[in-house]
């Protein structure tokens, strides 16, 4: 642990670890070209085991310095800032300090408007953790903050919003991910396909009832890849019949 939380201390841990072939990889794989999802995004080629250590021995960096992180180009920077922001979320949770919680909700919501969080993996690691973990106990009218993420013209808090289910599916509170999926059932992009896909997945593990039931109204609209991602766990036969349009 380091006694001084500065950016200094960060910057030369990242140093540490940087592998310049690592980046290479990851900026063909997180799509940064010029027109691409991920565009001006730039990789020091850090593993996620070590961002997470890094975040450890961060955890206590406050507001305005995570914010500096966040208003980085590199990719591991911001990952590191919302991996702290996981550990002050839940640390606030543990304490039930609902103003530290609100604060850290802002926080974050502000960063997402600002396309801070703004890569696939940023939203995966983080939505469910803090935006889901938040709204676990909260009522209808509180958890309006995902039915207007899912409406934003913004793909990143999009996915936010249905990420962020994955907190309620594990507790098998499936309403507002089936809700946010029918929102989400016609948008455009591969990402939002993807993640659509995935949670409908999710629920599928908990109660494949309820997937079907929403599949049989929706599956011939979805998209191909939404349906396959939805459907990978079911045996073959069930499987393949979604796949022909024979259910």
């Not at 642990?1 to 841990?13: H, Q, R, S, V």
């Not at 001006?40 to 914010?67: H, T, Y």
């Not at 920077?77 to 039930?96: C, M, N, V």
Request: aromatic share 10%; hydrophobic share 35%.
């Amino acid at each position: 642990m380091f006694n001084f939380m500065t950016l200094e201390n960060i910057e030369k841990e990242l140093e540490k670890h940087a592998d310049s072939e690592k980046a290479k990889i990851s900026q063909g794989f997180f799509k940064t070209n010029l027109g691409q999802y991920g565009e001006g995004d730039v990789f020091l080629g850090i593993s996620v085991p070590q961002q997470r250590q890094i975040a450890r021995e961060f955890k206590d960096l406050d507001m305005n310095k995570l914010q500096e992180l966040l208003n980085s180009d590199i990719h591991e920077k911001r990952l590191i800032a919302l991996l702290i922001l996981i550990e002050q979320f839940k640390k606030a949770s543990k304490e039930k300090n609902p103003s530290n919680e609100k604060q850290i909700i802002d926080f974050y919501l502000d960063n997402a408007k600002k396309n801070n969080i703004n890569n696939w993996d940023l939203v995966d690691l983080s939505a469910h953790k803090i935006i889901g973990g938040y709204l676990l106990d909260k009522n209808n009218k509180e958890k309006d903050i995902l039915y207007n993420l899912a409406k934003s013209k913004n793909l990143w808090e999009k996915r936010i919003a249905i990420v962020s289910c994955f907190a309620f599916i594990r507790t098998n509170d499936f309403e507002d991910a089936i809700k946010i999926s029918e929102i989400l059932l016609k948008d455009s992009h591969d990402l939002i396909h993807k993640s659509v896909g995935w949670m409908l997945r999710e629920v599928g593990k908990k109660d494949e009832k309820v997937l079907e039931d929403f599949l049989k109204r929706h599956y011939k609209q979805m998209s191909r890849t939404t349906l396959r991602y939805a459907i990978e766990r079911f045996e073959e036969k069930k499987r393949l019949k979604y796949l022909r349009g024979e259910i």
